[in-house]
């Protein structure tokens, strides 16, 4: 049975205007792709890897030394351990859960099914859930969040998954989007904080470089509001509206995406874990402000794009209004043009049709009424 999208992930036509360009239509049109609803798998049933391998990343580092590793194949990585200088291993994969490389790490590192499970979907609101300690696996945080990012004009929503335990942290990417690449460079440096600390304020850099990939989009919609405001003060058109809409439907997809997040951050920092440290708990703060100031820019964005919408139709209803004006004092003016012109029209004997200068008098005092008209709106100041 297919799933029908919901409404909001219905593709939209590209809309007509001079400046609206295709590329520029796709990229307020689809604000953002939500991952389609998935049936979870049966018990004896794995899901299906899309597309190739998935790519893996190996970090290790300490204060004073730090190896990268690009692995070919995840038996390399499960056979090898971290190293004894290695205080913290950072593994991540990119590329989609793949049901074979996540079933050896899941084995190597004792990751719970249900958390397995949630990461192979792909589909999870951000969440964060508590596994701990026990004779057979140690104790880990597991954590969903979601990351958007703009790809080709158009903007994108990918979960990331997140294994944290004591020295260790697994990530999980749908698709390399680059949220990371500043992690990877404040690694290469010997006297960046993230050596100095342990796993955990590795996670929280990771969720930090998540939470703000979230401005340049915002960035991106308050340049889509600015243009137009300005089209519409210029020269409005049926299409802003419509664009109008897109940008309010895009802020309210953004929405529905950091909300959870804030509340992944709150319960990071309300209920503690063995995995986290308190270093990272005061950190924590600092992303929960991000998060809150986000959504006090979407809910201003999103007011904009409301006005916008009252001003769009402020303004019609004023040209409308001109155009009602102006048709009007047309029609007044030839009011009694017409009852001069119907008088002297009849079929029946006028003394003043006898009369040379009867046609050029009649033309003469048609246009004193009209020029007297005229004098009169304007004194009054209907024109």
Same mark, same amino acid.
């Given at each position: ?14 809309? @007509? %205007? /001079?400046? +609206?360009?295709? $590329? #520029? *239509?796709?990229? !307020? &049109? ?14 004896d ?54 049901a ?5 790490l ?31 696996? @140690? %104790? /880990?945080? +597991?954590?969903? $969040? #979601? *990351?958007?990012? !703009? &790809?080709?004009g ?50 929280y ?20 509001i ?8 210029d ?24 909300? @959870?997040? /804030? ?20 950190y ?94 304007r004194?009054?100041?209907?024109i």
């Amino acid at each position: 049975m297919k799933i029908r999208p919901k409404k909001s992930q219905r593709r939209v036509p590209t809309l @007509p %205007g /001079r400046w +609206f360009s295709k $590329a #520029r *239509a796709e990229s !307020l &049109l689809h604000p953002l792709e939500l991952p389609r609803p998935s049936l979870p798998p049966l018990p004896d049933e794995k899901p299906e890897d899309a597309g190739g391998p998935p790519s893996i990343k190996c970090v290790d580092y300490c204060p004073e030394r730090e190896e990268v590793w690009d692995i070919a194949d995840v038996a390399n990585l499960v056979d090898t351990h971290r190293p004894e200088w290695s205080q913290v291993r950072w593994i991540n994969v990119t590329g989609g859960a793949h049901a074979g490389v996540m079933d050896r790490l899941a084995d190597k590192y004792h990751l719970h099914p249900l958390a397995v499970e949630d990461t192979l979907l792909g589909s999870q609101r951000p969440k964060v859930e508590e596994y701990p300690a026990s004779e057979e696996a @140690p %104790g /880990r945080l +597991f954590i969903v $969040a #979601r *990351a958007v990012h !703009l &790809l080709d004009g158009r903007l994108q929503n990918d979960q990331i998954s997140l294994f944290l335990g004591r020295n260790t942290l697994l990530t999980f990417q749908d698709q390399h989007n680059g949220v990371f690449e500043a992690i990877y460079r404040r690694l290469e440096y010997a006297g960046s904080r993230l050596r100095t600390h342990d796993a955990s304020f590795l996670c929280y850099a990771l969720l930090d470089a998540i939470v703000d990939s979230y401005f340049p989009v915002l960035e991106h919609y308050s340049a889509c509001i600015e243009e137009i405001e300005e089209e519409l003060l210029d020269e409005p058109q049926q299409f802003m509206l419509q664009k109008a809409h897109a940008v309010k439907r895009g802020l309210l997809l953004l929405r529905r995406s950091i909300w @959870p997040m /804030r509340e992944v951050i709150a319960q990071l920092q309300r209920e503690r874990h063995e995995c986290l440290s308190e270093t990272t708990l005061t950190y924590f703060r600092d992303v929960y402000d991000h998060c809150v100031q986000i959504l006090d820019l979407n809910e201003t964005y999103h007011e904009i794009a409301t006005a916008l919408t009252e001003t769009y139709l402020s303004v019609v209803s004023n040209h409308m209004n001109e155009v009602v004006k102006v048709l009007t004092i047309i029609s007044t003016i030839f009011i009694p043009l017409t009852f001069v012109a119907g008088v002297y029209g009849m079929n029946m004997p006028i003394p003043e049709n006898q009369w040379e200068w009867s046609y050029p008098v009649f033309w003469g005092v048609c246009l004193l009424i009209a020029a007297g008209m005229l004098a009169l709106f304007r004194r009054r100041g209907w024109i």
